[in-house]
């Protein structure tokens, strides 16, 4: 199931999107912005997991 997440970006950045869309980069803007989402995920999940794992919480 997709979840609509809104954002708010510079004008600059959409007007890139919309230019990568018209170059037959990606179908739609939103499959732009769910690409770099997965290839930001993919960089920094790890990290990010192995760091909240050292966490403890005591009560």
Known sequence: MM???TIRLPSQQVAML??????????TVSEAVRYSVR???EKHANRVIM?????????
Request: cysteine-free; charged content about 35%.
């Open 18 to 27: 919309h230019k990568l869309v018209e170059a037959g980069e990606f179908p």
């Open 51 to 59: 760091d909240s794992e050292q966490i403890s919480f005591e009560i």
């Open 39 to 41: 290839e930001l995920i």
């Open 3 to 5: 979840e609509r997440v």
